[in-house]
């Protein structure tokens, strides 16, 4: 009778802690990460921080890295996560920088966008949430794929 009751218990407490221990971790991932908006507006300059934080798009044609041609790859200006491969760049003739591929799933993050009275797929950085741009199905092959990021939410880090 003890062990049955024993077990009961076991279980019932296994159940309760595992939700809270879940939480835990994905709360401690999230604080390496995520900033407040006043942390944010104090490390990135004012165009980084209205288009990475507040949604905002560049004017064409104006970025940095619309018209770069170095190999290398492209970071999230805010958390230098790996984003793009020079490989995958191409001239779009939109004045943004444009890929057809990313560099891992993992560090990008898609989601939908109505805003603007548009339907669109919004580009996010996975790991802080960086607004980068929008994915469009108008690219080359061999994805179809049209990533047109602002050349303000990236920094660039050449090929050694």
């Not at 669109?120 to 790991?127: G, H």
Request: hydrophobic share 30%; with cysteine.
């Amino acid at each position: 009778m003890k062990n049955k009751n024993f077990s009961k218990n076991f279980w019932y407490l296994l159940l309760c802690i595992l939700p809270f221990l879940s939480f835990c971790q994905n709360n401690s991932q999230q604080s390496k990460n995520k900033r407040s908006m006043e942390e944010w507006k104090k490390i990135l300059s004012e165009e980084e921080f209205k288009v990475t934080r507040l949604k905002g798009t560049e004017r064409a044609f104006t970025g940095k890295y619309w018209n770069h041609k170095e190999e290398g790859n492209y970071l999230c200006v805010c958390c230098k996560t790996p984003l793009f491969d020079s490989k995958h760049k191409f001239d779009s003739g939109t004045g943004w920088p444009s890929f057809f591929s990313i560099l891992s799933t993992k560090n990008v993050k898609e989601i939908k966008d109505v805003s603007h009275g548009m339907i669109r797929t919004e580009v996010v950085c996975a790991n802080c949430d960086a607004h980068l741009g929008h994915v469009f199905d108008d690219g080359p092959k061999p994805s179809g794929k049209r990533y047109c990021i602002n050349s303000v939410s990236l920094s660039f880090e050449k090929k050694k």
